[in-house]
C-alpha cells in the first residue's frame, strides 16, 4: 500500500508544491491539506513547507501555529506522527513548540540563497535514515531568517542527546549557532531543517540528487513502524 504524506497549504506558503513533487517522486502519494481545515486525512506523515506564512507577520511561524491543521498535526505528532518542516515549517515547529529554539534574522541581515554543502549528524530519525552519519549533501537554502539560536543549555542538550540533524559545511550563510542547520525532537519523529531539500530530488532543476534521501527516509520509516 502507498504511503500517503500530507502536504500542508498556508496562505503564503510557495514550496507546497515542491515539497508534493518531492513526496511523488520518493515514491508515496501526496495529499494537499488546507491550513483551515484540521483534518489529516488519514495521511502517514506531514511536511510543512516553505514560504512565507501569513505574510511573516508578528514573526515567521508565529500565527500559522494557531491554524486550524496545527492543532491536530501537533497532537499526531506528540503521537509519533512524522512531521518535516522545511524553512518556514521549520520556523512553525518552532513556534508550536516542537522543537526547541528560535529562527531569526540572518546575522548579516541579508536574504540567502545559494547552494548549501550540509553535513547529515543524526540517521536516526524518521527523516534522515537514508543517509550515512558523516554524510555530506548539497541542498539549496534560502531565507532571510534562518539564524538558529537557543540558550547554551538547550544547544548543549540537542549535542549530547545526538538532537542536531544536519550542519552547515563550508560557511554558515545565517550565523545559526554552532552552524546547526536542522534539529529533531528526543523521539526523532520531527524534524525542522532551514535548507530546502525538496529543491535537490531532480537533475533538471537540483543542484543534486541529495534532497531525495529526506523523502524516501520517511518511507523507510513507515514500513519499518508498528501497525
Known amino acids: ?29 501526496p495529499v494537499r491539506l488546507w491550513h483551515g481545515d484540521p483534518d489529516l486525512h488519514g495521511v502517514d506523515a506531514v511536511v510543512l513547507p516553505g514560504g512565507f506564512s501569513y505574510g511573516d507577520y508578528l514573526r515567521c511561524g508565529a500565527i500559522a501555529r494557531f491554524a486550524p491543521v496545527m492543532g491536530t498535526i501537533v497532537d499526531a505528532a506528540r503521537g509519533g506522527l512524522p512531521v518535516l518542516g522545511i524553512c518556514n515549517g521549520f520556523q512553525i515547529l518552532c513556534e508550536a513548540h516542537l522543537l526547541p529554539g528560535a529562527l531569526t534574522r540572518n546575522q548579516h541581515l541579508h536574504f540567502r540563497n545559494r547552494d548549501q554543502v550540509l553535513r547529515i549528524e543524526a540517521v536516526g530519525t524518521a527523516w534522515t535514515n ?98
Open 130 to 227: 537514508a543517509f550515512q552519519p558523516g554524510q555530506e549533501v548539497l541542498i539549496p537554502v534560502k531565507n532571510g531568517e534562518g539564524c538558529y539560536v537557543a540558550d547554551p543549555a538547550t544547544l548543549d542538550r540537542l549535542e549530547a542527546e545526538g538532537r542536531v540533524v544536519a550542519r552547515y559545511v563550508g560557511g554558515n550563510p545565517n550565523g545559526s549557532q554552532r552552524d546547526i542547520a536542522a534539529i529533531t525532537n528526543e523521539a526523532g519523529n520531527v524534524v525542522g531543517i532551514m535548507p530546502h531539500p525538496e529543491h535537490a530530488v531532480e537533475e533538471l532543476t537540483g543542484p543534486s540528487l541529495d534532497g531525495l534521501g529526506f523523502f524516501t527516509s520517511v518511507l523507510k520509516h513507515l514500513v519499518g513502524a508498528p501497525a
Open 1 to 29: 500500500m502507498t504511503a500517503r504524506v500530507g502536504v500542508v497549504t498556508f496562505p503564503g506558503s510557495l514550496d507546497d508544491g515542491d515539497a508534493a513533487r518531492a513526496v511523488r517522486i520518493a515514491g508515496a502519494e
